[in-house]
């Protein structure tokens, strides 16, 4: 599967759906591509202001989250949304997409980690943790942008999405850096601490191992 940012440990199981078998070893933040570990690109640091925007949302009907997070609902549209945007990346860095059922987990992890943040977030140059990270796929922007566009992916929403990914990573990185307590372990308390439920296409999801 592919990698992201960060090495996250993902435990995102709630009632009424069990564990499924052989997802116990870390798995990482949304996916933004693979490289190999000598080619991951540097931790995001507090030089530039980055702060997260809200990019205008499209209208929905009305739909059955895929999941409610402490009382914020992961709607169906950004499940898909995270599907495509890591199937580009995955593609540029020439390595299988992330499993949907990962994949579900990746965005709880990241709505967990940024919600008990709150206001507190890092100022971090995600332009410059893009740029890294394309560069150790050997790509560039110019690259992702024609891959976006055939995807049919706004960039503003691949702005947004990944600045949410690079600072919940950075998150993790510092909640490590200042109590030495895992990225992993910091996920799994955050997880055993939340009130996460799923509806049933979340349920068929994450029921495929």
Do not use: C, W
Not at 170 to 197: E, K, N, P, V, W
């Amino acid at each position: 599967s592919t990698a992201s940012p960060a090495n996250v440990a993902s435990t995102a199981r709630a009632e009424p759906v069990a564990p499924a078998a052989d997802e116990t070893e870390a798995a990482p933040l949304p996916s933004a591509g693979e490289a190999t570990p000598g080619d991951q690109p540097p931790a995001p640091t507090a030089e530039m202001v980055a702060p997260v925007e809200t990019a205008a949302e499209p209208v929905e009907t009305a739909t059955e989250p895929l999941a409610i997070v402490n009382g914020a609902a992961l709607a169906p549209r950004e499940f898909d949304e995270a599907i495509a945007i890591d199937a580009v990346m995955a593609t540029l860095a020439g390595q299988a997409p992330t499993s949907p059922a990962l994949l579900l987990e990746q965005l709880i992890n990241t709505r967990l980690v940024l919600q008990a943040a709150g206001s507190n977030l890092p100022a971090i140059d995600t332009a410059a943790y893009l740029a890294a990270m394309l560069q150790a796929y050997g790509r560039d922007s110019s690259a992702l942008d024609q891959a976006l566009t055939a995807a049919s992916i706004e960039r503003e929403r691949f702005d947004l999405y990944f600045s949410q990914v690079a600072i919940a990573d950075a998150l993790a990185r510092a909640q490590q850096a200042a109590t030495g307590q895992s990225a992993g372990d910091y996920i799994r308390t955050l997880q055993q601490q939340a009130q996460i439920s799923f509806g049933g296409e979340a349920s068929a999801i994450l029921s495929v191992a």
